[in-house]
């Protein structure tokens, strides 16, 4: 099995899709019923089976498998779709079982259940995590960052203890990472470090510790951590409902899905600025920062 085919197999399209806050609204069968996170679509009209692995958005009259959605959403090609899955590991990700009742109103089932958080310095494995990433004192200062415990529970009933560095997001759900992967918990949302009149924005948490490190942005700023590309929409409305900031800042990653959060955020805020240029030759900024950290622990040998 090659690897296109292996994916369409691994990873069910509710699974992806719930990954970027994306739920049904309806159930008919094996069919789930999303509005479309491809156009502006108020009749649910996209759907999703999962047992034959493919997606049709009758709106539109587009279709095909997770490799096609993929490329849809994030504006790439094959390779780049492929990129995007292989980072996706759907044991640790959200669950996108749901139930419905007559009234087509729906709760999402808890796949996982935090058990409990602790500050850091608790679990030498999140630690020298942190300390990998080279972003550990940033982390500790940051006050944001703890050690989340969790069940990840699965369809028999099982459950396995897990463990990362989390954050809470704005609507109280937590992402969590760890060497093995990443995960969000409950709802998600954007996070918000600071309340400065200079705006940052950055698609994750390691990259914004990654450029308090460097010493490109404060804690004193607004920092606008995404979690998801997908929020780029409410990180923005939340900026314009907030008034004037001296300058807006821009820390996506350098890749398709990127430059559209760039140029999302320059449509709505023409003087932003867009600072790839800080990290040009790498995918993001954490992946220069570690960069650095390596060729100065080179240079001391």
């Known amino acids: 099995m090659n690897q296109i085919e292996q994916l369409k197999q691994e990873i069910p399209i509710s699974k992806y899709l719930a990954n970027h806050g994306i739920y049904p609204v309806r159930k008919s069968g094996n069919e789930l019923f999303y509005h479309s996170p491809l156009r502006n679509d108020k009749n649910a009209s996209l759907t999703v089976n999962d047992v034959r692995r493919v997606w049709f958005d009758h709106g539109s009259g587009e279709g095909g498998s997770i490799i096609d959605l993929v490329m849809q959403m994030q504006k790439t090609d094959t390779r780049g779709a492929i990129k995007c899955l292989s980072c ?3 044991s640790t990700d959200p ?4 139930y419905f009742s007559d009234n087509e109103i729906k709760e ?3 796949k996982h259940q935090i058990k409990g958080t602790k500050p850091l310095d608790n679990n030498l494995a999140i ?3 942190l300390q990998e990433r080279g972003i550990y004192d940033a982390a500790r200062k940051s006050g944001r960052v703890i050690e989340v415990y969790y069940d990840y529970i699965n369809e028999a009933g099982a459950t396995k203890r897990f463990f990362g560095a989390g954050w809470e997001n704005e609507s109280g759900g937590f992402d969590v990472r760890s060497k093995y992967g990443k995960v969000c918990i409950n709802s998600k949302d954007i996070s918000i470090v600071g ?14 510790l990654s450029a308090v490190t460097d010493g490109t942005v404060s804690f004193n700023d607004k920092n606008i951590i995404l ?7 409410r990180a923005i409305l939340h900026i314009q409902k907030s008034g004037s900031s001296e300058q807006i800042n821009l820390f996506c990653d350098n890749d398709k899905a990127g430059d559209d959060c760039t140029k999302k955020f320059k449509e709505a805020f023409s003087l932003s600025e867009d600072k790839r240029n800080l990290y040009a030759e790498f995918s993001d900024y954490n992946e220069k920062l570690m960069n650095d950290l390596s060729q100065r622990k080179n240079l001391c040998r």
């Open 227 to 233: 979690n998801t590309t997908s929020l780029a929409d």
């Open 88 to 90: 996706f590991n759907p």
């Open 95 to 98: 669950s996108t079982n749901v």
């Open 108 to 110: 999402k089932a808890l």
């Open 127 to 129: 630690t020298m995590y």
């Open 195 to 208: 309340n400065g009149n200079i705006v940052n924005v950055f698609e994750g948490m390691i990259d914004f």
